[in-house]
């Protein structure tokens, strides 16, 4: 009677349309672990108060999502430096004598999915084009930064925001004009959309190829629709691309294994399971 089942979930504003339930429950049947992992509905002036409930239900740590990642940094009991960093938290571990560790595992989602399907790409190899400057971007920022990027050009179609980018994260960070982002994809190594342009229901991001180089890597952390416009696009120029699906089967990793004592691994079984999933 007094054995305990690992619980965690993932919170959001709402949260029907999370894949992480499926991606986690897939892991611990796969690994026959007696865990489960849910999707929790929490309004933001109620965040404080659940995350204070559920240690006390059984709950080793949560995932949060929109709205509430900065909330979640806010209001931790400790936090990482990458967390710190990116101004937001999507992982959450709570502490045996109260309170919870906060940490953003985006950026690294972000670098091992590109690793995986590109096992030679570094971020070292050349500068960077980044395409947006909301949260994602930040995560993708630090973790370009962190791999060895000389530097990264940042183009958002709102350029205070770009600026408010640049000013936090330092020198190696260039603004240019969203409007001549597409030149300036001559000499980078890497070009990653970080905007919501081209996902379902959203207007494509209308930029052509004419100037990337050909050894250039092309990224999208968008993964619905899986292969985006800006990705087709890509391809048809004759560059390689990586869709944003892996960006967000890697970022759980950390999680997983915190939770339920086992690094799990990221595989094609794992993308059909939660590309198959019935979301909201």
């Known amino acids: 009677m007094s054995e305990t089942v690992p619980l965690a979930g993932v919170i959001g504003w709402p949260v029907g349309h999370s894949r992480s339930p499926a991606l986690h429950r897939h892991w611990l049947s796969r690994y026959s672990i007696r865990g489960h992992y849910v999707p929790l509905a929490v309004a933001p002036e109620d965040l404080a108060d659940v995350l204070a409930a559920l240690p006390r239900m ?44 906060a940490d953003n595992t985006d950026g690294v989602g972000f670098l091992s999915n590109l690793r995986q399907a590109q096992p030679r790409w570094t971020a070292a190899t050349g500068p ?24 990264i050009r940042l183009a958002n179609r709102t350029q205070a925001r770009a600026q408010a980018l640049a000013d936090a994260f330092g020198p190696k960070i260039r603004i240019v004009p969203w409007k001549a982002a597409g030149e300036t994809m001559r000499g980078a190594a890497t070009i990653v959309n970080t905007t919501s342009l081209g996902m379902a229901g959203q207007a ?37 691309t990586v869709d944003g699906l892996g960006m967000l089967l890697h970022q759980a990793v950390p999680g997983f294994e915190a939770w339920f004592g086992r690094r799990p691994e990221v595989d094609d079984a794992l993308r059909r399971a939660v590309l198959e999933a019935d979301v909201a």
């Open 58 to 101: 059984g709950f080793r740590g949560a995932n949060v999502t929109l709205p509430h990642k900065e909330t979640a940094l806010a209001l931790a009991t400790e936090a990482s430096d990458r967390a710190r960093a990116i101004g937001a938290a999507n992982t959450l571990v709570f502490l045996p004598d109260g309170g919870f560790l």
């Open 128 to 151: 960077a084009l980044v395409l947006g400057a909301g949260g994602a971007a930040r995560a993708v920022l630090a973790a370009l930064l962190d791999d060895g990027a000389p530097e």
């Open 204 to 240: 494509p991001l209308d930029l052509g190829f004419d100037a990337a180089d050909p050894d250039a890597l092309v990224t999208d952390i968008v993964y619905q629709p899986l292969v985006t416009p800006f990705l087709a696009r890509a391809a048809e120029a004759g560059l390689a």
